[in-house]
C-alpha cells in the first residue's frame, strides 16, 4: 500500500517503454519523459530482440535508462511482465516507444491517481444474479 503523506509530493515513477525496431521513436519517447515536470523518474526499456538500431541507439545516447534486451520477441504481454520484475517506485506507466510525453503529462496523471486514493475506498459489489 502507498503511504499517501509527504513523499507523496514527490512520487518516483517508473516508466516502461515496450520497443520493438523503434528506433525511429525511442528518441523523443525518452527526451519527453526526461524533459518532464517530475524530476523523479525512472525509465526501463524492455526491447523485444529489435534487428534496427533500437539497443545501440538506447546504450549509447541514454546511460540512466535502465535496458531489458530480448534475446526473441516475446510480445508485448511478455515485455510489460518483465518489466514488472524489475520495477521500482511508487506509480508505474507503461509505454510505447512512439509515445511522446507533454511536460505536464506525467505529474497531471500521477496527481489524479493520488487524489483517487485519497477520497475513494473499495467496496464489495454483489455479483450474484438472486436479489434476497
Not at 514527490?10 to 519523459?33: G, M, Q, R, W
Not at 541507439?57 to 510480445?75: A, C, D, H, M, W
Request: glycine share 4%.
Amino acid at each position: 500500500m502507498i503511504a499517501l503523506d509527504k513523499q507523496m509530493e514527490k512520487p518516483n515513477i517508473h516508466v516502461l517503454i515496450i520497443t520493438y525496431n523503434s528506433e525511429a521513436f525511442i528518441k523523443a519517447c525518452i527526451d519527453s519523459l526526461l524533459g518532464s515536470n517530475n524530476t523523479q523518474i525512472k525509465i526501463s526499456v524492455i526491447d523485444n530482440a529489435s534487428t534496427d538500431s533500437t539497443v545501440e541507439f538506447i546504450e549509447q545516447n541514454y546511460p540512466s535508462v535502465r535496458l531489458l534486451k530480448n534475446t526473441e520477441n516475446i510480445g508485448y504481454a511478455g515485455a510489460v511482465n518483465k518489466g514488472f520484475e524489475n520495477v521500482t517506485g511508487d506509480f508505474f506507466i507503461i509505454a510505447n516507444a512512439d509515445v511522446v510525453f507533454a511536460p505536464d503529462t506525467v505529474r497531471k496523471l500521477i496527481a489524479y491517481l493520488i487524489t483517487c486514493l485519497l477520497y475513494t475506498s473499495p467496496s464489495p459489489r454483489d455479483l450474484s444474479t438472486s436479489r434476497m
